[in-house]
C-alpha cells in the first residue's frame, strides 16, 4: 500500500491537477482582492490623495504575478508540512514586499522609507493566507478524492478476482469430490461387494448357522450395493451435476433424462439458453449453471415427491433482459404447497441473492407450478476445457 | 460421403489419455479397411494435423485436456463437410447430440468408454458414421426405455426393435439379418415409425429418429 501511494504520488497528472488547483484557487482568490481593495481605496479615497485606481491595481497584480507562478512552480505536492509553510510563507512575503516596493514607487504611500509598513498591508497579507491556506486545501482535497476512487477501483478489481478465484477453487473442489466419489469410493464398493459374495459362497452349506449367516451378509451386501448405486451416485451428482461443464441445457437434458420412463415429461429448452450458454463468449458462469440445475432437480425432485405427479413440463428460456426462466409443472394431486415451500427456502434465497426469485403456484396441469427467474450475468470466465476458438 | 470401396477408411483418433489412445489406435490398425493416418493428444494438435479431405471420420474425447471434442467436431466438420465425427466419453452424455447446430447434424455418433463396446462394434460405427448416419452406443440404447406419453411410446415393439438396431448402426441390411426378417419389410417397419414420430420432413429422417431416440428415452 505505501509503495502505491508514493507510486501515485509520482503520477504526472496527478501532480498538474495538483498545481493547477493551488494555483488557480490562490489566484482567484487575490484577483477579487486585488480588485475590490484597489475599487474601496479609491472609492473611499483613502488617504485622500486622489490615487489613481489602475496604480492600485498594478500593485496588486505584481504581487499576483509572483504569488500564482511561484505556487505553480514550488513542488508544494511532494512537500512536508515542515517544508511546505516556510516555502508558502515566503511565497507571500515575497510577494507583499513586492506590492509594498511598487505602491512606495508609485507614490501611494508618499514618504520612500520602507518602515513603518502601510497600514493596508495586513488585509492584503490576510488575503494572501486565506488564499493559500483555501489554494492547499481545495487541492488536497481533490487529490484524495482521486486517490480514493483509484483505491476503490483498484480493491473492487482485486475483489472481482477473489470472487473469481474463490469460484474456480469451489468448482475443482467440486470435480474433484463428485470423481473421487464416482471413482474411487465406488470402485472400493464393487470390491467389498464382491469379496462379501465369494464369502457367502464359500460358507459350508452343510453348517445349519451357514443359512443365517449367509442370508445376514446377502443383506449387507445388497444394502452396499444399493448404497453404491444409489446414494453415492446422486451425491456425487448434487456436487456437480454431470453435463455441467458442457452446458446448462446439457446438464438439464441429463438430468431430465433420468426421471423414470414412465413419468411423462414435456421438456423444451428454448435456443435461447443454448445462444447464451455459449462458450465462445465465456457462456452462463458456473455458479449460475449450478444454481440453475439446482432449482430443476428442486422442482422435478419436489413433484414426484409430495405431487406424486404422472406428468412433468419443463421449460428453460431466456428472455431479452437476460434473465433465464426456469419453470416446472406438474400433474399432482394433494401437494400442499406449505409442504413444498420449506424445501424451498434455501433455494429461493440464493436465487434472491442473485437478484432473482422462486415462485409456486397452481399450475396448468392440475398440480403446482413452479417458476424462477435468475438474471443472468456473464462473466470472461471460460470453463475448463471448454475454450472454442474459431 | 464415404471413401469409394477399396480404399480404406481415413481415421483421426484424438484422444488425451495417452494409453486409451495407443490401445485404440492399435486397435483400429489391426482392422481390414482401416487406416489411423492421425493421432493427437489434445484440440490443438488435432486442428493443426487435420487438413480437409484428409480424413474420413475422427473419433474424438468429449473431455480434452486442451479443449472439447464437440466444440472441434463442429469446427472440424465445417471446415470439410465430408467429415463424421465420433465422439467418445467416459460418462454417459449421449444428450451432446440434441444441441448440435443444425447444419452439422449429420454423421456424429456416441460410444462411451464405459461400455463394454468391442473394436469389431467401434469399426461397424466409424464405418456409418464416415457414411453420414447416427450411431449410439449399444449398451446404452439396449438400457433406454422410451419415456410414458412420449413420441417413441406410440411404436409398436416390432418398430421400437427396428428403431433400436438402427440407433447402434445396423444398416437395414443388417438390421434384415438380425432380425431374420426381409429387408423389405424393415422398410416398411422404418417408414410406419417414421410417421408415427412426425419427423421434420427437412431433414435426414434416419438421423432425426435416432436423435429423437435420445430425446424420448430414459437410461435411468
Request: proline share 5%; with cysteine; aromatic share 4%.
Amino acid at each position: 500500500v505505501a509503495e502505491q501511494a508514493l507510486l501515485d504520488r509520482e503520477d504526472p497528472e496527478d501532480a498538474a491537477r495538483y498545481r493547477l488547483v493551488l494555483s488557480g484557487t490562490i489566484g482567484v482568490c487575490l484577483l477579487i482582492f486585488a480588485f475590490g481593495s484597489a475599487l474601496q481605496s479609491a472609492v473611499l479615497d483613502i488617504g485622500g490623495k486622489n490615487i489613481p485606481v489602475w496604480h492600485r491595481l498594478f500593485a496588486n497584480f505584481v504581487a499576483l504575478a509572483l504569488i500564482v507562478p511561484g505556487a505553480w512552480m514550488l513542488p508544494i505536492r511532494t512537500m512536508s508540512w515542515r517544508m511546505r509553510v516556510p516555502s508558502l510563507a515566503l511565497l507571500l512575503i515575497v510577494g507583499i514586499t513586492a506590492r509594498i516596493g511598487v505602491e512606495r514607487a508609485l507614490g501611494i504611500h508618499a514618504d520612500g522609507k520602507l518602515l513603518p509598513v502601510p497600514a493596508d498591508t495586513l488585509p492584503a497579507a490576510v488575503a494572501g493566507i486565506i488564499g493559500i491556506i483555501f489554494g492547499v486545501a481545495q487541492a488536497g482535497y481533490q487529490d484524495r478524492l482521486t486517490q480514493q476512487a483509484r483505491a476503490n477501483a483498484r480493491h473492487a478489481l482485486v475483489a472481482a478476482s477473489a470472487l473469481e478465484a474463490l469460484r474456480a477453487e469451489e468448482r475443482r473442489v467440486r470435480r474433484e469430490v463428485a470423481d473421487g466419489l464416482h471413482g474411487t469410493l465406488q470402485q472400493q464398493l464393487v470390491l467389498l461387494s464382491t469379496r462379501l459374495r465369494h464369502t457367502i459362497d464359500s460358507l459350508p452349506p452343510a453348517e445349519p448357522s451357514s443359512a443365517t449367516t449367509a442370508a445376514d451378509l446377502t443383506w449387507v451386501k445388497d444394502e452396499l450395493d444399493r448404497l453404491r448405486e444409489r446414494d453415492v451416485r446422486d451425491m456425487s451428482r448434487m456436487l456437480y451435476p454431470s453435463g455441467l461443464d458442457l452446458g446448462l441445457s446439457q446438464a438439464s437434458r441429463m438430468m431430465l433424462q433420468r426421471i423414470p420412463a414412465s413419468i411423462q415429461v414435456s421438456a423444451r429448452i428454448d435456443e435461447s439458453v443454448i445462444a447464451a450458454d455459449d462458450h465462445s463468449t465465456g457462456g452462463i458462469p458456473f455458479d449460475l449453471r449450478l444454481l440453475a440445475t439446482r432449482v430443476l432437480e428442486e422442482g422435478v425432485a419436489n413433484a414426484l415427491k409430495h405431487g406424486a405427479a404422472n406428468r412433468l413440463g419443463v421449460l428453460l428460456r431466456v428472455d431479452e433482459g437476460d434473465v433465464l426462466h426456469i419453470v416446472v409443472d406438474d400433474d399432482g394431486v394433494g401437494t400442499s404447497p406449505s409442504a413444498t415451500e420449506s424445501g424451498l427456502r434455501l433455494l429461493r434465497e440464493r436465487l434472491r441473492e442473485h437478484g432473482g426469485g422462486l415462485n409456486l403456484d397452481s399450475g396448468p396441469l392440475g398440480g403446482l407450478r413452479l417458476s424462477a427467474d435468475l438474471p443472468l450475468t456473464f462473466g470472461p470466465e471460460v470453463p475448463i476445457g471448454l475454450s472454442v476458438s474459431t | 460421403v464415404k471413401a469409394e470401396a477399396g480404399s480404406p477408411l481415413r481415421v483421426a483418433v484424438v484422444e488425451d489419455h495417452q494409453l486409451y489412445r495407443e490401445m485404440l489406435v492399435s486397435a483400429l490398425a489391426s482392422q481390414e479397411g482401416i487406416a489411423v493416418t492421425v493421432t493427437a493428444a489434445g484440440a490443438q494438435e488435432a486442428r493443426a494435423l487435420i487438413s480437409p479431405g484428409s480424413i474420413d471420420v475422427a473419433v474424438l474425447d468429449v473431455e480434452l485436456a486442451d479443449g472439447n471434442g464437440v466444440a472441434l467436431g463442429i469446427q472440424l466438420r465445417r471446415k470439410d463437410p465430408n467429415v463424421g465425427v465420433m465422439l467418445l466419453s467416459s460418462h454417459d452424455v449421449m444428450e451432446l447430440l440434441l444441441d448440435l447446430p443444425p447444419d452439422v447434424r449429420r454423421g456424429w455418433s456416441y460410444l462411451s468408454k464405459s461400455s463394454a463396446v468391442s473394436i469389431e462394434i467401434v469399426t461397424r460405427a466409424l464405418r456409418a458414421t464416415a457414411g453420414g448416419r447416427t450411431v449410439l452406443d449399444p449398451e446404452l440404447v439396449h438400457r433406454a426405455v422410451p419415456r410414458r406419453g412420449s413420441s417413441l411410446a406410440r411404436l409398436t415393439p416390432r418398430q421400437l426393435e427396428v428403431l433400436q438396431l438402427l440407433a447402434t448402426g445396423l444398416s437395414n441390411t443388417g438390421i434384415a439379418e438380425r432380425l431374420e426378417i426381409s429387408e423389405r419389410s424393415i422398410e416398411n417397419h422404418l417408414n410406419l415409425a417414421y410417421a408415427a414420430l412426425d419427423l421434420p420432413k427437412s431433414q435426414n429422417s434416419r438421423v432425426s429418429a435416432v436423435l429423437r431416440f435420445i430425446e424420448e428415452t430414459s437410461r435411468g
